[in-house]
């Protein structure tokens, strides 16, 4: 996934203008400035939401099919333990019985 870049904000002094500027920028620059960070940090914290609702679906869905996967291998596990004494016990018949 890739993460947009935020724009730097400046760190101008606090009393005066920002440093490296000669004017003073006006209220209603600063305001659609602030205004666009604000935004952008909305649709960044949406971008991150909508990735954290599919990160999780993704867990479930993998963590279902683990479940399914533990199942079928206990059941797999409990017929082969069936049906290992029967094959022994036929293994030792036909042993004793070629003696």
Request: net charge negative; aromatic share 2%; hydrophobic share 35%.
């Amino acid at each position: 996934m890739m993460c947009e870049v935020m724009p730097t904000i400046s760190e101008g002094d606090s009393a005066g203008p920002p440093r490296g500027t000669g004017s003073v920028p006006n209220g209603s620059d600063q305001e659609a400035n602030f205004e666009q960070l604000m935004v952008n940090m909305l649709d960044e914290r949406d971008k991150l939401l909508e990735s954290l609702r599919e990160t999780q679906e993704t867990l479930i869905q993998s963590q279902a099919k683990l479940q399914g996967a533990l199942h079928e291998r206990d059941m797999l596990q409990r017929q082969i333990n069936a049906a290992l004494p029967q094959c022994v016990a036929r293994e030792l018949v036909s042993i004793s019985s070629s003696l």
